[in-house]
């Protein structure tokens, strides 16, 4: 089991980091114009255009004329008299790797001293193991030190912000409202997918059925307008989510609920599927044979093995919570995850993209090992390992 967990966690680290390569070469390749703020483009100079791309590692000072533009009297070839060289690609890879953790500075209250300039953490570890201090002469009294992310910092949409503390602040809200719908949408679903189960072919069979197609068949968004209007009429509730009302929880209300919705009927809809197979096998016949009581048969044999698929994906869904919701937060107007990867690709902000895709591939691939790891606790008889060594 050990050795299989390094295996697949080895593995999910060699995604991550593929996914992530590719996703940066890909954004280094689109006109440098992308980096700079509208503002930018029309006020700065060449020069200082060139100079900002040599802060964010794209340019260089070309090694023939030093940064001149000149060899002798003529215009170097080499920078076609600019100066400054495109860098290669993937020495800008190797650049966003080596920085993804630094160390900064902070002070007693917690807030990083913007006066001291961060350093990558195998630099620090480098001077430290020299007996070096590379902050030594700007720590004072109360000052610390703390290993952080580095991402980069937005360009455009939340201009000068650490692009994690801008994926912090929308993650916590999206979290929060995705973590309460997706315990309301589990309880709800696997409870109406058990009656559905042992109900099958009743009343409470067929509005369940009916429910789940509705659902999945009609738009979301209609749906949506349909629970706001509802909820807005008939309990006044708020139509927009704001974290500075007056009773802030009455505005998260709405957007749980239609979050909800959606997973609740597919709960509903794959319990009882896999309920339904379990009751048609021999080893249920038995137990009812045995004069176990139907609650026993339902939850102690039957539940007990459907659920277990269900629970591959459930650490999926929990962590993918982070991600928000496009269609729910752009509805309810909640500053979320959800709208941010499109509004970062529709404003050009590379680094911020490309800190979202970050986490999004994270997330999805521990949520699938963490499922793997699950089943197994649910039910022992899942050996993720066998005599070669795969699932």
């Not at 280094?28 to 020069?47: G, I, N």
């Not at 099958?200 to 197609?213: I, P, R, W």
């Not at 016949?285 to 459930?314: C, D, E, I």
């Amino acid at each position: 089991m050990a050795r299989y967990i390094l295996k697949r966690l080895f593995q999910s680290l060699i995604t991550v980091l593929l996914v992530v390569s590719v996703v940066f070469v890909l954004l280094r390749m689109m006109p440098s114009d992308y980096f700079f703020t509208e503002d930018e483009l029309m006020k700065f100079t060449e020069v200082q255009k060139n100079a900002k791309l040599e802060r964010l590692g794209m340019m260089e000072m070309c090694p023939e004329c030093h940064g001149s533009g000149k060899i002798g009297e003529e215009p170097c070839g080499h920078c076609r008299g600019e100066g400054y060289v495109n860098r290669s690609v993937f020495a800008q890879l190797g650049d966003f790797f080596y920085q993804m953790l630094e160390m900064r500075v902070y002070n007693a209250k917690g807030k990083e001293v913007k006066t001291v300039t961060p350093v990558p953490l195998w630099t620090y570890l480098s001077q430290k193991n020299a007996g070096q201090n590379p902050f030594e002469g700007s720590m004072k009294e109360g000052y610390s030190t703390r290993v952080v992310f580095n991402l980069g910092k937005s360009i455009r949409l939340e201009k000068g912000q650490y692009v994690t503390d801008v994926i912090q602040t929308k993650m916590s809200v999206s979290m929060e409202i995705g973590l309460i719908s997706l315990a309301i949408s589990l309880m709800l679903g696997v409870a109406f997918g058990v009656l559905q189960a042992h109900y099958k072919g009743g009343a409470f069979d067929h509005v369940g059925t009916g429910f789940t197609v509705i659902v999945n068949a009609v738009p979301h968004l209609v749906i949506y307008t349909i629970i706001m209007i509802a909820g807005s009429s008939l309990f006044g509730l708020p139509m927009r989510y704001d974290a500075t009302a007056a009773n802030p929880t009455l505005t998260k209300i709405l957007p749980i609920v239609c979050l909800s919705v959606a997973s609740t009927a597919g709960y509903m809809l794959w319990t009882r599927r896999y309920m339904v197979d379990e009751l048609n096998k021999d080893y249920i016949r038995l137990a009812k044979l045995k004069g176990l009581s139907t609650g026993k048969v339902m939850f102690r044999h039957v539940l007990k093995n459907a659920f277990v698929p269900l629970a591959q994906y459930l650490p999926y869904s929990i962590l993918l919570t982070v991600g928000g919701s496009l269609l729910v937060e752009t509805f309810f107007s909640v500053p979320g995850m959800g709208p941010e990867l499109t509004k970062a690709i529709g404003r050009y902000d590379l680094n911020l993209v490309q800190g979202i895709v970050l986490l999004y591939a994270t997330m999805g691939i521990l949520g699938v090992f963490l499922g793997d790891l699950l089943m197994t606790v649910i039910d022992p008889r899942i050996k993720l390992t066998g005599k070669g060594d795969v699932r």
